[in-house]
């Protein structure tokens, strides 16, 4: 599509390991009539958040450490308007020492090519002072669970 | 800060060209108490729309050419909350046939080095077919100012 | 709940006539751990837009009259936080010549009671002099049908 | 310029105490060109935060007693689109026992007349519990600083 770009690799449902529904909204659109692009990565970070709070390993209010994000991305290969409703899917690829690394692909009804596929890379942190701390088992666990 | 992410390289101030002030909202903020990583990609778009609009080479509603966003990227290297006030510093690091890349530095006030570091690339498309088209002649001229 | 709102009359599902889902954002919830209140008002505006296009009856892009919002308006009773599901509970209160009155119910799963109740006024314009504009035929259909 | 809202009585610049200046985003426009409806709500939440931390009254992560949103509404009178810059004005019209509300009216720059006008309702609860509590002294002060 262009001359400026990481390449587009196809990516399909069965690359990503949770999937999370995700309506859109009338304000998500722009004047050009699609979703803005910093909405998707929102929809990155939700889908993320959804898979660690099912798995119980996050407690917003509670958890002595917590993630920070540090890098997003996302590339846009198709369009999504509202009133589209779409799935966020999620795979894990690096678990480091301290941080790792998400890839989420989102998903129309229907459709299983990716019309846009990101990530984002959370460092764990303490909650009180901020400075990176090793992933926690719990929450270890669950990444490796969806890593690929 | 981490071992999974990119090169944080210092950036300054000094390396950007044209700069656009931000202020920052209540709800922009998230349960951590940081502004949210989508909305800094939503800065940095709006950064770079501030330089096009000024420039005029944009016409919202009549340009036959627009520019759709087909990747972004958003490095965070420090925390901003409401209610800061922060400067999109943008450049230009690629100008191809039909696609550009942009850079954003995001700047709280009175320091010089960056606590976020992006980009986006945007694809020239024509509205009505929405199939990439030459950069037109007056944008890339624009481009090419901030061009490094 | 407080010496100065308006009363708070309880408002169930019974008296709402369209339903939409709505999934919450990991960025909706603010500093406070709640979904921030102008994210509600998104949600009202969601809801109302997906019945009127459910019912066929806007076409964002080609319909010369299109409803603008000049009110609105919502009561908060109780907390919503991601990653709750919510329904956007939508009725019409009120058809005028040029314009209308939707009030809106927010309810988490589960539970026939809202949590929060808002309205929003849609003024019927020209796309193109955005001046007021008899409501057009169908629309007028679309909104006598979930009347009450 | 409807048959279905409240009497849209003149508003200028004179009738509010505290201002705080807002710039708007690209992503804040919706279809339609203007700066979607719920983004105003956000706006006047900003403003009277605004007012409330320059008076030093709130500190969000340590208040015993933070403020919740009980009630919003806005009335458009006219467009506001991305690049604007706005303010929102700020008054205290009623304080009680446990709540206040304050009439926020968002102004165009160069305008006297408001473009907007809102109000919201905080009632201010223990964090903890979440019960409501008097309003805190130093806040009532602040309050009644800019009470009309």
């Given at each position: 599509?262009?001359?400026?770009?990481?390449?587009?690799?196809?990516e399909?449902?069965s690359?990503?390991?949770?999937?999370?529904?995700?309506?859109t909204?009338?304000a998500?659109?722009?004047?050009y009539?699609?979703v803005?692009?910093?909405?998707?990565?929102?929809?990155?970070?939700t889908?993320?958040?959804?898979?660690?709070?099912?798995e119980?390993?996050?407690?917003?209010?509670?958890s002595?450490?917590?993630?920070?994000v540090?890098?997003?991305?996302?590339q846009f290969?198709?369009?999504?308007?509202?009133?589209?409703?779409?799935?966020?899917?999620?795979?894990?690829?690096?678990?480091?020492k301290?941080?790792?690394?998400y890839?989420?692909g989102?998903?129309?009804?229907?459709?299983?090519?990716?019309?846009?596929?990101?990530?984002?890379?959370?460092?764990?942190v303490d909650?009180?002072t901020?400075?990176?701390?090793?992933i926690?088992?719990?929450?270890?666990?669950?990444l490796?669970?969806i890593s690929?």
């Amino acid at each position: 599509m262009s001359d400026d770009t990481f390449p587009a690799k196809s990516e399909t449902r069965s690359g990503f390991r949770h999937f999370a529904s995700i309506t859109t909204r009338w304000a998500d659109n722009d004047v050009y009539r699609h979703v803005n692009n910093s909405v998707y990565n929102g929809w990155i970070d939700t889908a993320i958040a959804d898979y660690l709070v099912k798995e119980g390993v996050i407690d917003v209010s509670k958890s002595p450490v917590i993630g920070f994000v540090i890098e997003n991305f996302c590339q846009f290969r198709g369009p999504v308007s509202y009133p589209d409703v779409v799935e966020g899917g999620v795979r894990v690829v690096h678990i480091g020492k301290t941080s790792t690394r998400y890839e989420v692909g989102i998903f129309k009804e229907g459709i299983d090519e990716a019309v846009a596929v990101g990530y984002l890379v959370h460092v764990f942190v303490d909650r009180a002072t901020q400075r990176p701390q090793p992933i926690p088992d719990d929450i270890r666990a669950a990444l490796t669970k969806i890593s690929v």
